[in-house]
């Protein structure tokens, strides 16, 4: 079963930091990339970043101060660090991932999804 799973999200006071971390399964994870994208209340879904199958990184608009992609290959795993938090990071992050060597930072791009993880950044 080809699946994501996403998991680390919770509650924190702003300024703080959280790592979020997605499992993936069903598929050869080496061979994809990957992706953050997060939806707030009554908003579009953003992109935050991605990440090539080869390793390169590219991140959203004012993303990359903050947040850092990472990936384990061995651990099928791909993590999003995110340090100082703001009220504005409220909402729910999901991973994606698509199998090639792309830069895609469009959600419809994607064909795996995670079920998202609620990010909540209290002020």
């Known amino acids: 079963q080809v699946q994501l799973v996403e998991s680390g999200g919770g509650l924190v006071q702003a300024g703080a930091s959280l790592k979020l971390s997605c499992a993936a399964s069903?598929?050869?994870?080496?061979?994809?990339?990957v992706a953050w994208f997060r939806q707030a209340p009554g908003k579009e879904r953003e992109f935050v970043a991605c990440?090539?199958?080869?390793?390169?990184?590219f991140y959203g608009n004012s993303m990359e101060a903050r947040f850092t992609i990472s990936r384990d290959n061995v651990k099928n795993t791909v993590y999003l660090q995110m340090i100082s938090l703001k009220s504005e990071d409220t909402a729910v992050y999901y991973c994606?991932?698509?199998?090639?060597?792309?830069?895609?930072?469009?959600?419809?791009?994607?064909?795996?999804w995670g079920q998202g993880t609620q990010v909540t950044v209290s002020s």
């Open positions: 069903g598929f050869t994870f080496s061979t994809a990339s």
């Open positions: 994606a991932a698509v199998l090639g060597n792309f830069y895609y930072t469009k959600a419809d791009s994607y064909d795996i």
């Open positions: 990440m090539r199958q080869s390793g390169p990184t």
